[in-house]
């Protein structure tokens, strides 16, 4: 794990799609960071199994669905009396070119990623403007920007979820609130499906010439959570070792 020496003590973290991959690494700097740190995944047993791991809280719960969304936040405000932070993580892909897309396909990818982010986004919205405080860090794609083929409906999400945090930190600066995404690109289970001859002309599109751990992802949104960033705000970080440049 990176050697970041935040404080998160006090403060209650929710992260989503923190069974696996970025966002178990993300919950796992928060936990040794000292926050209150709820993992929320629609895997029960995987998320519970990462939480007993980090010593976290794991709650089961589907983004996509209002009433899980909201039940997830009662629940760590229930515990600690407070939430502060909001890692919007989750996500799925459905990729085929867009012919062979079904509407299944569409709507899932859209209602998870976007769904997922504009649920939990509202869902906290109450708590942080009582607070007046609030960091949101959701997670967006270099295909959101750019497009890629077989990725309408991850691309189209993707490109919403910067809609969506430019125009939450729009609404929600005036409560004491920023709402930032990371752009990333991490060796995770979901690049793992990449197969190995477009995986290896990736690699070369990336000027650092590799993938990240997924564990790198956690300093950027670590920062983009803490006190010291509140003066930034509608930001897209890209933490993708250059690609995007
Ligand atoms: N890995 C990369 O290089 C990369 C690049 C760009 C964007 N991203 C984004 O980063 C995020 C995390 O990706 P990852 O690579 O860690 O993927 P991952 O597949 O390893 O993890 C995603 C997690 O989200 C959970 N999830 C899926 N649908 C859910 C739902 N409806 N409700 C609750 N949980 C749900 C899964 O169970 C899984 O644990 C995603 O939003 C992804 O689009 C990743």
Not at 106 to 127: D, M, N, S
Not at 202 to 211: C, D, Y
Not at 237 to 243: A, E, N, Q, S, Y
Request: hydrophobic residues 45%.
């Amino acid at each position: 794990m990176p050697n970041l020496n935040y404080d998160f003590t006090g403060r209650t973290v929710i992260i989503t799609g923190a069974a696996q991959g970025i966002g178990l690494e993300v919950g796992r700097f928060f936990q040794s960071a000292g926050a209150a740190t709820f993992l929320v995944d629609y895997d029960g047993e995987a998320v519970q199994a990462a939480a007993a791991q980090l010593g976290a809280t794991g709650i089961r719960a589907d983004v996509s669905n209002t009433d899980d969304v909201e039940r997830a936040v009662k629940a760590a405000v229930e515990a600690t009396g407070r939430i502060d932070i909001i890692v919007n993580n989750a996500g799925i892909l459905r990729d085929t070119v867009l012919w062979k897309m079904t509407d299944e396909d569409w709507e899932q990818v859209l209602a998870i990623h976007a769904g997922g982010t504009f649920k939990f986004t509202r869902a906290a919205v109450p708590y942080f403007r009582e607070q007046n405080f609030g960091r949101i860090v959701n997670v967006t794609s270099y295909t959101g920007l750019h497009g890629n083929t077989g990725q309408a409906n991850y691309a189209t999400a993707k490109a919403g979820i910067i809609g969506l945090t430019k125009t939450s930190a729009k609404e929600l600066a005036r409560f004491g609130v920023t709402v930032n995404a990371i752009s990333p690109n991490a060796k995770t289970r979901m690049v793992a499906s990449i197969p190995d001859d477009k995986m290896a002309y990736l690699v070369a599109q990336i000027p650092m010439g590799r993938f990240a751990e997924a564990e790198e992802m956690a300093a950027a949104i670590g920062f983009l959570a803490s006190d010291e960033a509140g003066y930034i705000t509608g930001t897209v970080l890209p933490v993708d070792g250059g690609i995007s440049m």
